[in-house]
């Protein structure tokens, strides 16, 4: 194993890190609080 393949797995692994964060963040199942996050700003005390 060379250095070459080393960076290989690394770019793969950070690449499926990357689409895992994408499908997290487009999950209807986290819509909810993503909606409540963006809405603090604005909400008065």
């Known amino acids: 194993m060379d250095i ?3 960076r290989s797995i690394v770019t793969v692994v950070s ?3 990357f ?3 994408v ?3 487009w999950s209807r ?3 909810a609080g993503f909606e ?3 809405h603090l700003p604005f ?3």
């Open 19 to 21: 689409l895992g964060i």
């Open 29 to 31: 199942r986290n819509q």
């Open 43 to 45: 909400q008065d005390e």
């Open 36 to 38: 409540e996050a963006a």
């Open 23 to 25: 499908v997290w963040a």
């Open 4 to 6: 070459n393949d080393l």
């Open 15 to 17: 690449l499926i890190t």
